[in-house]
């Protein structure tokens, strides 16, 4: 039921806006570890991130390995991992030029030229410098050694081939923070508040936090669907969760929810439907997880104004002053009554709330 308030308050706010096509976004009233979601600077209700190794299982275990870093650590690390890899170029070339050495003493006969390669590859210099110098050597031995510039050519091939690889894979390496826009800043949240929120309602204290919580929740609903729905808004509020909008569809003149009794103020079959496509835990509501632990399910909500003139009774609030208390009653939830308002709220900035 909760689900169904949520979605219920997002609704409203997305019908004022004027259309019913726009995508629905679910607000999040449960937090959990392995959510993997967009944060950005304003979203303070989770910034418990998880620092250090972790698979985004959205790719492969190969290509979704990440480490998270703080953001002013980002630099630093491409800084490093340019270093690194401008070293691993160096070590690789020195290798291979140690193997090409020893290879050759055992196979090719030594003339003028052979013996300067040999040399060469014997004492390298970087890969392009030791390409210039076989290149230069092959030169200068034209004509009076036959073949020798084609030699050349074949043996600089090797150290030219590891210099652009190694030159390419440095430049890649700012690909590793330079993201699209919708993957820069997928992060995984720590388990610290994992659960929901449980209020002590038989006191006065636990039903003002809870109609708190509920009041800001309207709030940020609304606003995100201002912001958010039908529109390409790149504003930070957009991209809190794993997908802006949830796929659902909509039909009017479905069947009353409550029975076919005249309870709907819009007939037996006039009530409102929102449905949405099979929804999938990991795509959809950013828990990572991988393929064989994802859930998929469809929420479905029905809406439609009530005649309850039968269904009221209104006593007197002794919890506060000259106050009413009406509670309506079309089916139990939590407590006998389905629902309870205290006029005493109108005093106050308590939103609305749909059960």
């Known amino acids: 039921m909760q689900a169904g308030l949520k979605i219920a308050r997002a609704a409203q706010a997305e019908l004022e806006q004027g259309g019913q096509s726009r995508p629905l976004i679910i607000p999040r009233y449960m937090t959990c570890s392995s959510i993997d979601y967009a944060a950005h600077v304003g979203f ?59 290879y050759r003493s055992r196979t090719t006969p030594m003339d003028g030229p052979g013996t300067l390669f040999q040399i060469i590859l014997r004492n390298p210099n970087s890969a392009l410098g030791s390409a210039w110098d076989l290149l230069k050597t092959g030169n200068a031995w034209q004509g009076k050694v036959e073949s020798s510039r084609l030699r050349a050519g074949t043996l600089l091939l090797v150290p030219l081939v590891i210099y652009v690889a190694f030159t390419v894979a440095a430049v890649c390496v700012g690909q590793v923070i330079t993201l699209p826009a919708y993957e820069a800043a997928h ?20 039903q003002s936090a809870r109609n708190a919580k509920f009041l800001s929740e309207s709030r940020a609903a609304r606003s995100y669907a201002t912001k958010c729905y039908g529109r390409n808004s790149t504003e930070a509020g957009c991209s809190i969760f794993q997908v802006r909008g949830l796929p659902y569809t909509v039909k009017d003149g479905a069947p009353c929810p409550f029975g076919g009794d005249g309870i709907c103020r819009t007939g037996d079959h006039g009530a409102y439907q929102m449905e949405t496509c099979l929804l999938d835990s990991h795509v959809h509501l950013g828990i990572n997880a991988p393929a064989q632990d994802r859930v998929t399910f469809r929420h479905s909500v029905t809406c439609a ?45 308590l939103s609305y709330q749909i059960r």
């Not at 269904?311 to 007197?316: A, C, G, L, N, S």
């Open 305 to 349: 104004p009530l005649q309850l003139e039968q269904y009221i009774d209104v006593t007197k609030d002794n919890s506060t002053t000259n106050s009413s208390l009406i509670q309506f009653f079309v089916g139990p939830f939590v407590s006998n009554e389905s629902f309870k308002y205290s006029t005493h709220n109108e005093l106050g900035s």
């Open 44 to 102: 303070t209700m989770m910034e418990q991130v998880h620092v250090g190794f972790w698979i985004n299982y959205s790719r492969n275990a190969a290509l979704g390995a990440t480490i998270t870093v703080p953001s002013k650590w980002g630099g630093d690390l491409v800084s490093a991992l340019a270093t690194l890899v401008t070293i691993s170029g160096a070590c690789t070339w020195n290798m291979v030029a140690f193997w090409m050495h020893q």
């Open 187 to 206: 992060v995984l949240l720590k388990p610290n508040d994992c659960g929901l929120v449980n209020y002590n309602i038989t006191t006065p204290r636990g």
